[in-house]
T-cell receptor, first 110, second 116 residues
Framework: GQSLEQPSEVTAVEGAIVQINCTYQTSGFYGLSWYQQHDGGAPTFLSYNALDGLEETGRFSSFLSRSDSYGYLLLQELQMKDSASYFCAVSGGATNKLIFGTGTLLAVQP | DSGVTQTPKHLITATGQRVTLRCSPRSGDLSVYWYQQSLDQGLQFLIQYYNGEERAKGNILERFSAQQFPDLHSELNLSSLELGDSALYFC???????????????FGNGTRLTVT
């Protein structure tokens, strides 16, 4: 089977840096994705890592270590609008479906 | 706007009833995925279609079924509804045949189903 673990909640202040961790167990791993969801709205794609290392996209970066079955999303220069739920998701397994973690609720405080 | 359209936005119905949720994918996308999100839960994969054919199946209940039509829109049918079926149901689409190689999923705004 496949499973992912993320912290349920993270709090940080505006302008700070926050890291959201994700550990996973899966067979046939292809890559780790991150999605953002504001208050029950449509999840939106943030990033994807297939290889070990750091991928940077503006204020957001994502890291993957395949040997450790671990990744993280790094958000810099936090803004109030970054308050949302963040989901990691794995591609892989027999049916190659995208499996999501339970999400991390990020609260950015002034 | 993701380009994925879901109707209706809200649906309130009674236990035992049957409902149909509709999804129109982004123009050009052949794959459609259905996810269920219960309160404070993650996104549970239900089923995927590609160009009219079932491609992958998650933990979808036997009371639930889906199909993708020749015009690529998809419908999710939920029958014999129970209180526990109350959730947000999301449809997503992508241009790939599967969820491989990091192809982003584009999600609709969801249908909020309330079973009373």
């Amino acid at each position: 089977g496949q499973s992912l673990e993320q912290p349920s909640e993270v709090t940080a202040v505006e302008g700070a840096i926050v890291q959201i961790n994700c550990t996973y167990q899966t067979s046939g791993f292809y890559g780790l994705s991150w999605y953002q969801q504001h208050d029950g709205g449509a999840p939106t794609f943030l990033s994807y890592n297939a290889l070990d290392g750091l991928e940077e996209t503006g204020r957001f970066s994502s890291f993957l270590s395949r040997s450790d079955s671990y990744g993280y999303l790094l958000l810099q220069e936090l803004q109030m609008k970054d308050s949302a739920s963040y989901f990691c998701a794995v591609s892989g397994g027999a049916t190659n479906k995208l499996i999501f973690g339970t999400g991390t609720l990020l609260a950015v405080q002034p | 706007d993701s380009g994925v359209t879901q109707t209706p936005k809200h649906l309130i119905t009674a236990t035992g009833q049957r409902v149909t949720l509709r999804c129109s994918p982004r123009s050009g996308d052949l794959s459609v995925y259905w996810y269920q999100q219960s309160l404070d839960q993650g996104l549970q994969f239900l089923i995927q279609y590609y160009n009219g054919e079932e491609r992958a199946k998650g933990n979808i209940l036997e009371r639930f079924s889906a199909q993708q039509f020749p015009d690529l829109h998809s419908e999710l049918n939920l029958s014999s509804l129970e209180l526990g079926d109350s959730a947000l149901y999301f449809c997503a689409s992508s241009h790939s045949t599967g969820q491989e190689a990091g192809t982003p999923l584009h999600f609709g705004n969801g249908t909020r189903l309330t079973v009373t």
